[in-house]
Nanobody
Framework: EIQLVESGGGSVQAGGSLRLSCVSS????????MGWFRQAPGKEREGVAA????????YYTDPVKGRFTISQDNAKNTVFLQMNRAKPEDTGLYYC?????????????????????WGQGTQVTVSS
């Protein structure tokens, strides 16, 4: 079992930027598909971005395409989510999650049931 710890959340005004980090306790994250998900108050949790660590392939959901970037630092077992041009609708609790590498595909990269490990989340609040 691995632990995931998110950090970097906070408050930002619309149009601003935040960088979220997710550190894994795994010896290496290369065998994982790492994803970011978020949950706004009163809404279901939804996918944001995912990355196939070993190949660097990335996936984004439509609401964040062109604004958010997912990246990795394998040496530090860390995944990042750079949030630019933030919008109030980006407000929510952001979770990092890990799934077996093979699920980083167009069909499954945001299938939450495929993700075995989840962090506790970090809060992001975007004010208008």
């Amino acid at each position: 079992e691995i632990q995931l710890v998110e950090s970097g959340g906070g408050s930002v005004q619309a149009g601003g930027s935040l960088r979220l980090s997710c550190v894994s306790s795994a010896a290496t994250i290369r065998s994982y598909c790492m994803g970011w998900f978020r949950q706004a108050p009163g809404k279901e949790r939804e996918g944001v971005a995912a990355i196939a660590i070993a190949e660097g392939r990335t996936y984004y959901t439509d609401p964040v395409k062109g604004r958010f970037t997912i990246s990795q630092d394998n040496a530090k077992n860390t995944v990042f989510l750079q949030m630019n041009r933030a919008k109030p609708e980006d407000t929510g609790l952001y979770y990092c999650a890990a799934a077996p590498f093979g699920y980083c595909t167009t069909a499954y990269s945001f299938a939450q049931y495929r993700y075995n490990y989840w962090g506790q989340g970090t809060q992001v609040t975007v004010s208008s």
